[in-house]
């Protein structure tokens, strides 16, 4: 997991080449629909935030075994499962066929890439035998690229510059920097033993939670985010009384650009909170809203990785949720 992790710039500009010659209608959609569940959906919340048009059409996710009922012919749906076979998605696919939307289809391989042949729907076929969240650099750049091709993107350029800005911030980051000049090392270490809670403003609302999918898969601990200023109005209660604040560990993740109010909210949240829970906090940086996104979000991935390894887990296999999904093969 670990080297992959440190390939996301590569997995970026890969995503990005094998969605390029794919034959999908141009036509601007009322809405996108990115249906897919896990380590696949967390790409549409990343699109949805990195959009660089003034005007772009609204995009939704859908985490869901149902598209929503106003889904209608003029709205795009983008099905994205990694392994193929994923129920949920492949049902809001279906959806999609019957209500005679506009629809394309990202997997490595499995059922969804076949339904997409039979009913003559555009796909990419990514590369297969990852992890379906350590996939994520195929799977967004391949699905920012369809939408590209759609008219409802203008993600090209940004995506272009992407890796360079990923692999210049990263160089710190990798496993043989050790941890005293490794940010990654150092945060998992200050995060052994304790509940993560990853706190942040709503632009990196798709970050925090990929920080949070990423700890539970990888690191295999429960935790948790939530975004600012929302969480002042109901969680800093618990900061307030809960007895057992001592065992979490605070993480905020902040943005180069944020509006001037969030400032004094952020040092009287963390004032509330108590210095003492606040293990680390991390601004992110680039030219553009895509870079400033996955500055943050690689440094959660080996975040994660970093702490699977203190605590002499392996942060590749997820047998629990292999064991649901086939007892929910089984039951059908
Ligand atoms: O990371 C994981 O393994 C999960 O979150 C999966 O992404 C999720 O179960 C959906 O599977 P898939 O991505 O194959 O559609």
Redesign the pocket.
């Known amino acids: 997991m670990l080297g992959l992790v440190a390939r996301l710039p590569d997995l970026l500009a890969e995503g990005q080449r094998l969605a390029g010659d794919a034959k999908v209608p141009t036509s601007y959609p009322r809405k996108v629909f990115v249906c ?5 959906a967390i790409s549409g919340d990343l699109l949805a935030a990195a959009n660089p048009n003034e005007r772009p059409p609204q995009i939704l996710v859908v985490r869901s075994y149902h598209l929503p009922p106003y889904v209608a012919k003029d709205d795009l749906v983008v099905a994205v ?6 129920e949920e ?1 492949l049902s809001c696919f279906f959806e999609a066929v019957d209500r005679g939307c506009r629809l394309m289809a990202i997997a490595s391989g499995g059922k969804l890439l076949e339904a997409a042949r039979k009913h003559l729907v555009p796909s990419v076929t990514v590369p297969a035998g990852l ?3 350590g996939a994520l650099g195929y799977l967004f750049s391949a699905t920012a690229t369809l939408l590209d091709h759609a008219g409802a993107g203008g993600y090209h350029r940004d995506l272009e510059k992407l890796p360079g800005h990923l692999r210049r911030l990263a160089g710190d980051l990798q496993p043989s920097v050790p941890l005293a000049k490794n940010p990654a090392k150092a945060l998992a270490a200050k995060l052994q033993g304790r509940t993560p809670i990853v706190y942040a403003t709503p632009f990196l609302a798709p970050v925090a939670r990929r920080w949070q ?1 990423q700890l539970n ?1 990888n690191a295999k601990v429960l935790a948790w985010h939530a975004l600012l200023p929302e969480m002042d109005h109901n969680e800093l209660v618990g900061w307030a009384n809960d007895n057992r604040r001592g065992s979490f560990g605070v993480v905020f993740l902040r943005d180069a650009r944020e509006e001037p109010a969030m400032e004094a909210r952020l040092r009287a949240t963390v004032d509330l909170i108590g210095q003492g829970s606040v293990v680390g906090t991390f601004v992110a940086t680039g030219e553009n809203p895509m870079e400033r996104l996955f500055h943050l979000l690689h440094l959660g991935d080996f975040v994660s990785v970093y702490l699977a390894l203190l605590q002499g887990v392996d942060p590749t296999p ?1 047998k629990v ?1 292999d064991d649901l ?1 086939g007892r929910l093969a089984r039951a059908q």
């Open positions: 897919g569940m896990g380590g696949s499962s990694y392994s193929g076979n994923t998605t992890p379906p969240r999918t898969e997820v949720i999904k």
